[in-house]
């Protein structure tokens, strides 16, 4: 009875250091700059991560689980980065439509790196700036 009353002193999960899972898998970005470009339209996106991307634009153009093929455009720094990617659409609501990413390689995820240490750079630059 004793054992049984100390444990329920202990700390939770929730105030303790440990780590705390959430529903995502994959960490969402929303401060890079960047645009989808579907069948020549360009959607502006809303966050992005290395599983899929939230864009912004007109739900009616796109159906549940359907098969997209896309460009994810980067502005970088000093250049814009280009990564063709497919994807399937797992939800819309008014105004939006969330994709997620198919089979992406090493390739893209080398691109998706590079886009995050771009980005990085970019806050200590700025960080510096007096």
């Not at 969330?98 to 390739?107: S, Y």
């Amino acid at each position: 009875m004793i054992q049984t009353f100390f444990s329920s002193l202990r700390a939770s999960r929730s105030n303790s250091n440990e780590f705390v899972n959430t529903r995502r898998r994959h960490t969402r970005r929303e401060m890079d700059r960047c645009v989808v470009v579907i069948h020549g339209r360009t959607f502006p996106v809303e966050n992005w991560s290395t599983g899929g991307v939230l864009l912004m634009g007109d739900e009616r153009l796109f159906g549940v689980n359907q098969d997209i093929p896309m460009t994810l455009r980067f502005k970088l720094r000093n250049t814009i980065l280009d990564v063709d990617i497919h994807g399937h659409v797992i939800r819309k609501t008014s105004g939006k439509v969330a994709l997620k990413f198919e089979a992406v390689t090493k390739t893209i995820q080398r691109y998706f790196s590079q886009v995050v240490d771009d980005a990085i750079a970019r806050e200590f630059a700025n960080s510096q700036a007096v």
